[in-house]
C-alpha cells in the first residue's frame, strides 16, 4: 500500500518536471495560411532538404495548387529532384547508401511536424553547433548526437558552444543576421506544418461556408419553429 502511494506520489509530482523539460522551446507562430510564407519555405525544403529526405505523401502540383502556383512555376522553381509535377517527393538516395553515409536513414518528413511538433523543429533548425567530437563536426542542443549535418550553414554560418555557460555564440558570421535567418527557419516550419495537413487549409476555407448555410438555415428553422409550435404554447 505504501509503495503504491509513493508511486502515485512521484507520478504526480514528476507532471511539473515534465513540463519544464518543454519550456525552453520558444514558441513559433504557424500561419498556413500566409502563401508568401509557405513558398519561400518549399524553396528552403526542396534545395535543402530533399537531397536526402523525402516526402513520399506529397504531391508537386498539389502543393503548388495550395501555394497559389501554377504548374510551370513550380516546374521552373521547385522540381529539381523529379521532372513531372505529378509525381511525389521522393528522392534517387537509395535508404542503404543513405545508411552507410549517416548511419541512419534520413526519415520521411510529410508528417514530420506532426510527430515532433513545429516548436521542437524551430529549435532544432536554429541549435546545430560545431562539435569536433562528432563525425559531422557538428552536433545540435535539440537532437544531441543527431546524424544529420548542419545543411543550412551557407545561410546561419556555424554557432559554437560556450562549455560553461551551454550557450552558443557565432563561431563563423552567414549571410543572414539572426534575425532574418529565425524568420527563414520560421518558414521552413510553417512549410512542415502545412505538409503535415494539406487538407487542413482546404478545410479552413470551407469552415466560413458552412457557418454562413448554418447561419442563413438558423433564419429558416427559427421561424418554422415558432409555426410549429404555435398552438401548443
Ligand atoms: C545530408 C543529408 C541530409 C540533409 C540535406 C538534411 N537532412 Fe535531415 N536528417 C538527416 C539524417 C541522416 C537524419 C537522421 C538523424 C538521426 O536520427 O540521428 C536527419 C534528421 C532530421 C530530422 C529529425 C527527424 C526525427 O524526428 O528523428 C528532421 C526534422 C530533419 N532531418 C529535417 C531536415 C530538413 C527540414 C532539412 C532541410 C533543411 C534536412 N533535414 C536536410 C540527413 C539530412
Redesign the pocket.
Known amino acids: 500500500m505504501k509503495s503504491l502511494f509513493i508511486t502515485f506520489f512521484l507520478f504526480v509530482f514528476s507532471f511539473p518536471l515534465m513540463a519544464s523539460e518543454a519550456v525552453h522551446f520558444e514558441k513559433v507562430d504557424v500561419d498556413i495560411t500566409d502563401k508568401a510564407s509557405l513558398q519561400r519555405g518549399a524553396k ?2 526542396v534545395n ?2 530533399l ?3 523525402q516526402a513520399a505523401y506529397m504531391r508537386y502540383n498539389r502543393m503548388g495548387k495550395d501555394l497559389g502556383l501554377t504548374d510551370d512555376q513550380v516546374a521552373e522553381n521547385l522540381m529539381f529532384a523529379s521532372d513531372k509535377v505529378g509525381e511525389t517527393m521522393t528522392i534517387a538516395m537509395r535508404p542503404a547508401d ?1 545508411k552507410k553515409w ?6 520521411d ?1 510529410s508528417v ?1 511536424a506532426r ?2 511538433g513545429t516548436d521542437w ?1 524551430y529549435s ?2 536554429r541549435h546545430f553547433h560545431l562539435d569536433d567530437s562528432h563525425p559531422m563536426g557538428t552536433n545540435n542542443l535539440t ?1 544531441a ?5 548542419h ?2 550553414w551557407e545561410q546561419q554560418g556555424y554557432l559554437a558552444k560556450n562549455e560553461k555557460t551551454g550557450e552558443l555564440n557565432v563561431a563563423q558570421e552567414g549571410p543572414l543576421t539572426k534575425h532574418e535567418y529565425n524568420q527563414y527557419i520560421h518558414d ?1 516550419v510553417n512549410f ?1 506544418a502545412y505538409m503535415g495537413e494539406p487538407s487542413k487549409l482546404q478545410r479552413m476555407a470551407l469552415a466560413k461556408w458552412v457557418l454562413l448555410y448554418l447561419a442563413l438555415f438558423l433564419l429558416i428553422a427559427y421561424p418554422l419553429k415558432k409555426a410549429f409550435w404555435r398552438d401548443i404554447h
Open positions: 528552403t525544403f535543402y532538404c537531397s536526402c529526405h543513405a549517416f548511419g541512419v536513414t534520413p526519415p518528413l514530420i510527430s515532433r523543429l532544432y533548425f537532437f548526437g543527431v546524424g544529420m549535418p545543411v543550412l521552413l512542415l
